[in-house]
Structures are given as C-alpha cells and as structure tokens.
C-alpha cells in the first residue's frame, strides 16, 4: 500500500466523538496528520493535529465547535517524512440522539456458532449504516474475528514487535468502552470463542488461555504441543462444553469450564501454517494445512475420518461451515459441499473466478461465494443462480460481486 489513507471517524450519520484516521505508505513513514473541519463551508477548525495511538492509526478527540449545527466536512492531510502529502475528506453529521444501540443473538466465535452457520439474516438492517462509536485497543487486528455476548465484545490483537501490545481485550457494546485487557505472551492472529463464560484463545507461541468473560481473569492456561516453526496462526473455536484449539498433533479437545484435556490427535501432522479456523459440531471437528490437506477428526473422540487435498482442497485458507452433515468450503476455484462422516464430494462446482480466499461461504437460503480479492468478476458471471446447484435465486441483477465475510 502507498500513500493510503482512511478516515475511520467522524463519517455519516455518527455519535462517535472520536476522529481516527488511518495512515500509511510503503515508501516513506508518516510524519504527522493534521485536520481542518467546515460547517456549510465555513471553517470552523483549522490543521488542527492529530496523535499517533498505534502503528496506523492517528486520533483526536471532536471538538466541540463540531458537535452542533448540522452536516460538517473533515479534510485530512498526512504529510510523510520525505516531504510528500495526501489527503482524504468526509462528510459527517454528529447527532448522538438519534441512535439505540441494541445486540440481539450473540456470535460466539467466527460465523457466530462453532460451525461458522450462525447468520441470521431475518433481521432488518437499516438501507444507511450509521457509525456509534469508534474504539483503538492498542494494537493491530489481524484476522481474530471479534466476538459478542451479553452485550459485551471481545476482540485480540498482535505483536509483531515484541512490544508488549498482544492481548484480549473486552469492549462494552454500547459505549465502546474498555472493560479489561488481559496480555497475552505472543501474537493472537486468528479467531478467538466464547463457551461456558469465558474467553479462549491461542497466541502463536501455542499458548492456550481461558479467560473469564466478565473480568478477563485467568481461569485456565495450557500450552499445545505445536511447532515454534511455522507458528500456530490457525483460529479455534469453542461450543457446548468444549474448546477445539490447535493443529497436527497440536490438534486438541478440552473441557472449557476445566481445561481437562479430553483428546489430542495423533493421526495427522502441523504443516505450514493455515489461516483458518476450526469448524466443529456434535460429530466432527475440521480444520487443515496449508499445502497439505483438508482434515476431518471425530469430535468425540479425536480420530481423523478422512482427509482430501485433491481438487485444490490442498490451499487451505478458507475456514469451512457446517451444517445438517454437511461441510460447505470453497478452495481455489471450487466451492464444495462434503458429506462430513466420510468426505466424500456431494458437489464440485468450478467458477470462472478465483476463491482462494480466506471467506467461509454464508448459509441461507442460497450461499453466498467470496471471491479472491486479486479477481475482478466480469458481468456475464455474476449470477442469478446459486453457483453450486445452478437455482435461480435472485429475481434482479446482482450488483455486489466481492464479499469478504469473516464473521
């Protein structure tokens, strides 16, 4: 990325007093940010600065003069330590009356269940998102999905530098308030759960922690016998009792409330490290390697069933969902459903488009497919048919051909 630039807050329609502003270039570090804001292009805050909080990301807090009278513009300008600038501009309308912040069914791990089928789009969404409120945790967010529950999220960050910035961290769901932090010892890249009122989640060092939802005390830690090399960037999840963390022979069952170690898998081995998460259900528990195969071990009692890396099912990226039996997942330039005892194809459908993607496919009444994010879907592809069983699906065109959907 050069030169890019994003104002995360203020936007729209919004109630966050926070202005953020992301800032980076791959030629030269970012020197300083400064911001002006307009009212009916009146000035009203002139190059006022912004401080850096993180690697990326510079704040200030709204200025008074800003909160009352109607529709504003920012304008953003980042100037880099070689001379160069860029700038960005948004126009927002702060009016924090005019939101309810309500959280219906939680999302308990990526996808919101342990099978990654959790969607719920019965509920209505307004046509205009409106931005509540904005919150920086200290350090960066690479794929560790946030979790919700009782109103609360939980998200974790890494520490690429060794600098004591990876831990979990609770935000109140209203306010994006900090609740607590618990650090962590290494880098937490990938998703975290919740099961049985607490917290789980894996650094990449195999560290596994437990952590009490309401708190964030320690109420369990164990490490996973997994490889320093290549590091354990796999996501886990958890469900009815039980945490599923790990990979290879690092692949291992616990009781949540306990930790007691139910079973560890000795059946296949840590490759080279996959970005996605462990999907299970009452029967089955999937995850995989990258160049090396798609893995299906017996949830009960950790014996691997079966295991495919044909079809391009060797890339393994995206995380896969259940369901009735089934394992919906796409790799390469497949998407598939498998029967999850056996693992045998039911269905191969091959699209004239890259999905080597990191997206799990979204169950409704059709599935929705992700994309490579490198793939350009020309017209003549984008459906109105589901792209595995060839259904029509959808009365209208599609506009929207990219979906980047990791819970």
Known sequence: ?????????????TASRRIAVNAYSSVSPVKSVTYSIYRDGRLIVKNARLSRQTDWTWTASLPVKAETGGK????????????????????????PAAF??????????LGGNAAHNGADLTLPVDSTLSLAWTANVGGNLYMASPVIHSGKIYVATVDENAVGESAVVCLDGKTGNELWRYPTEG????????????IFAQDVFGNLYALNADNGTLAWR?????????????GLTAADGRVFAGTGEGLSCY????????????????????????AADDDIVVGGTQWGALYAN??????????RSDHGLSNRGASAALHDGLIYIISDRSVFIIDGKSGRIITRREMPFSVDATSTPLQVTFLLLPTSAATSMPSRHRSRKCPVTEKKVWPERVSVTLFYLRG
């Open 255 to 278: 009781a949540s409330s306990t930790g007691k170690l139910d079973w560890r898998n000795k059946e296949w081995r840590q490759n080279e490290g996959a970005t996605m998460t462990l």
């Open 100 to 109: 309810r912040i309500e959280y219906g069914q939680d999302w308990t791990t």
């Open 72 to 95: 504003c513009e920012i304008g953003v300008t980042v100037t880099y330590n070689d001379g160069r600038k860029s700038t960005a501009k948004s126009e927002f309308t702060y009016n």
């Open 1 to 13: 990325m050069n030169d890019k630039v994003t104002i995360a807050s203020p936007v729209g329609l």
């Open 187 to 198: 880098s937490v890249k990938n998703s975290i759960a919740y099961d049985s009122g607490l």
């Open 298 to 307: 017996d949830a009960k009692t950790g014996r691997k069933l079966w295991s």
């Open 222 to 234: 164990d490490r996973l016998p997994v490889r320093a090399l290549p590091c354990l960037i796999e």
